[in-house]
Each structure stands twice: as structure tokens, then as C-alpha cells.
């Protein structure tokens, strides 16, 4: 069991009124860390996977809900976006049922968003889980450990039943890949073309650290713009990349419009890949480490609140930034360097920014993806 971040967090909400929604992708550990705050109390665990739940719950009468729930002061709700209907029930609950404290679960925030965001305005707390971060990693087995666990990280990323399945990492993927990239989100989304989706996973898999352009992967796959664009929201829904935005505010010749999409795990861009060679024979080592700190960077921004935004830069003139930061109105820019390099960064940016710049290697990244309360980056 890893203590996560958001555990004491959402400790502090219990019991005020509202419930509490837990989202992320499968088997990143909602299950277990609702079960973890939930240790010791009498509560109802109801599994929306089971067909018997699901017909329990569909539009019952608020007599019905009282029946359900029993003496139970807590109720556990297990994957709900599975339930038509179900933010009316979680409302009549949160309404009618002052005294009981109500957690739902689901593995995409589109379908979960759909059915309890009218019905539960002003009624719920949201968290998002992700695998599991870096800071949490160093937790459970110590710095020393973790600091030797870094290229295995890099290969085979961070969901927990990787991470607890030494020796059967590419197994435990495989699994992961098929069942819920394959199943779950076609059967959760309007997506009918499951080889379409593996070629776009694999294409964007490629693409990780580089520019995507919509208009070249609809040429690639054969399917319209709108149809790229359709599948992309999808799997950011689903929690299996994420985006980043180009900066641009008044330097001239900035690129203003483009895209960068990063996986949350670098796992499972290895699995979409089929490449689990050592860092030493890979090609693609720079791209493992930018995706691995844009993830973790990312979890830490999002666990801890700091309304951070992020952003890529870069001008006509192929001047770059992997990393542009902006949090209550300062601009921090950051440089991701495997080992470490005399790299400089483009002073324009710098004096029209008046940024603040970093180098992330090997040597200083617990510093970056460990975020404490100051979140200014150091000179380099």
C-alpha cells in the first residue's frame, strides 16, 4: 500500500455535506485508497461493474435508497459512471441522507462529468488519482532505492501492480494495454475502430516531446481531423495523455497554436511501443525522461493545487523550451537534460519574460518533481 498524496486531503472533506468523486484511469489504486481512508468504519461497498448493482441503483425511490443504505454512515460506490442515471441517485442521497457520507469512483472523467456534474453542482469534492508519483514512490522505499529504481521507472512507469510485480513488468502492461485501453474506452466512448485507436496510441507514443499536428496524423490514419481530434479528447478523458499547450504572449515569431501530447505513465507508451530495451540502446532516452517529468510534474501541480500552468515554447526560428511554468504570475522555464549540459536558454525569452530558468537532469530532478511550497525554479 503506497500512502498518496490527496489521502489526507480528502480525509479533511469527510462528513461536510458533500461527496466526494475519486477519478482516474484503471488500476491506478482509487479502489484501494478509498478503502485505505475508509479503514475501520462500517461501510456499504457497492461494485457498478456488477450487473445487480447496476439494476439496484437505476432511478430507485428515495424509500428504496433508505433501504439500501441500512445503518451504513458511509457508502462506497465503485466505478459509477456505469450506472445510467446515477447523479440523481447520488443527489437524492447527499439531499435526503444528511448524516451519510457518499464516495463515488469512475475511470473517465467524460462519463463520469456527463451523469453527476448538474446533478451534484454545488454537492460534491473532485479528485483526480493518477499512478503513482515519484514522491510517493520515495515514501514507501527511501530515497537510496528509488534513486536505483530510476531507469526501470523510465521503462516501465508507475501503476501500482507494476511497480509490484518485479519481474513481471511486461506482463502486468500487457494486461493493462488490452483491458482497458481496448475494452474500457471503446465500450465507454462512440470510438467503433479499435485498429484506429491502436494506430493513433502508437503514432502519438512516437511523437512524445514533439510537436503533433492533427492535420498529419488524420493523413496517417486515413479518418478526418475531427475524427483525430474526437479520439484525442477521449483518451484525455480517459487519463491516458495529457496536453500542453504552446506560450505565447508578445515576443515575436512565437509559435502560437501548437501541441504536445505526453502519456501519464511511460509504461504504457513502452507497451503501445513494444520497446522495453535499456536506456543505453534507445534511441528515444530524451524522450522517456521529458515525458516521465512532464507526468510528474503534472501529478504534483494537480495533488497539491498550485494552479500552476504549463506550456511548450518554441519560435519560427526553432528557439525552444521543453518547459514553460506560470503560477500566480511568475514564469519559470525549464530544460530537460538526461545528463547534465551546457545548455542555454534563449535569452529573449528570458528578458521579455523576466524568467526564471532551470536545467532537470539526472543529479537535481527529485528537487522538480517533489514539489514543496516554493515553486520559483532555481538559476542555473
Not at 430507485?60 to 459509477?80: M, S, V, W, Y
Not at 479520439?231 to 480517459?238: A, E, H, K, N
Not at 502519456?263 to 522495453?276: P, T
Not at 525552444?320 to 537534460?337: M, P, Q, T
Amino acid at each position: 500500500m503506497f500512502e498518496r498524496t490527496i489521502q489526507s486531503r480528502i480525509i479533511e472533506k469527510m462528513y461536510r455535506g458533500k461527496a466526494i468523486i475519486l477519478v482516474g484511469a484503471r488500476q491506478v489504486g482509487k479502489t484501494t485508497l478509498i478503502k485505505e481512508i475508509l479503514k475501520g468504519q462500517k461501510f456499504l461497498f457497492l461494485d457498478a461493474d456488477d450487473p445487480s448493482t447496476r439494476n439496484l441503483l437505476q432511478q430507485p425511490t428515495t424509500e428504496q435508497i433508505r433501504t439500501i443504505i441500512g445503518e451504513n454512515k458511509c457508502i462506497f460506490l465503485d466505478e459509477a459512471q456505469r450506472i445510467p442515471g446515477i447523479g440523481l441517485t447520488l443527489k437524492i442521497i447527499t439531499d435526503q441522507f444528511k448524516n451519510v457520507q457518499v464516495f463515488a469512483s469512475g475511470s473517465s472523467s467524460f462519463e463520469l462529468g456527463n451523469v453527476l456534474n448538474e446533478p451534484l453542482t454545488g454537492r460534491k469534492w473532485e479528485y483526480e488519482l493518477f499512478p503513482i508519483s515519484w514522491e510517493e514512490y520515495e515514501h514507501k522505499i527511501g530515497v537510496i532505492k528509488s534513486e536505483q529504481q530510476i531507469e526501470n521507472r523510465l521503462l516501465y512507469g508507475m501503476y501500482p501492480e507494476v511497480i509490484n510485480n518485479q519481474g513481471d513488468e511486461r506482463e502486468t502492461l500487457k494486461n493493462l494495454v488490452n483491458s482497458y485501453l481496448y475494452r474500457d474506452l471503446l465500450s465507454f466512448s462512440e470510438i467503433r475502430k479499435p485498429e484506429v485507436l491502436e494506430k493513433l496510441l502508437q503514432a502519438l507514443a512516437l511523437q512524445v516531446g514533439s510537436e503533433v499536428n492533427y492535420n498529419e496524423l488524420s493523413n496517417l490514419l486515413g479518418i478526418n481531423k475531427i475524427t483525430v481530434q474526437k479520439y484525442i479528447d477521449v483518451l484525455m478523458q480517459g487519463y491516458i495523455i495529457f496536453k500542453l499547450n504552446s506560450f505565447s504572449r508578445n515576443v515575436r515569431n512565437e509559435i502560437k497554436q501548437n501541441r504536445k501530447i505526453y502519456f501519464y505513465d511511460n509504461g504504457i507508451r513502452n507497451m503501445l511501443l513494444g520497446n522495453f530495451n535499456p536506456l543505453d540502446l534507445r534511441a528515444d532516452k530524451g524522450a522517456l525522461w521529458e515525458n516521465f517529468l512532464m507526468a510528474e510534474r503534472r501529478k504534483q501541480h494537480l495533488y497539491k493545487d498550485t494552479f500552476a500552468k504549463m506550456y511548450f515554447w518554441r519560435t519560427k526560428q526553432q528557439q525552444e523550451i521543453d518547459l514553460v511554468e506560470e503560477v500566480n504570475g511568475e514564469i519559470s522555464a525549464y530544460e530537460f537534460k538526461w545528463k547534465r549540459k551546457n545548455t542555454k536558454f534563449p535569452q529573449r525569452f528570458i528578458d521579455a519574460y523576466r524568467a526564471n530558468v532551470m536545467i532537470v537532469d539526472r543529479e537535481n530532478f527529485r528537487s522538480f518533481v517533489t514539489i514543496q511550497t516554493d515553486l520559483s525554479a532555481i538559476p542555473s
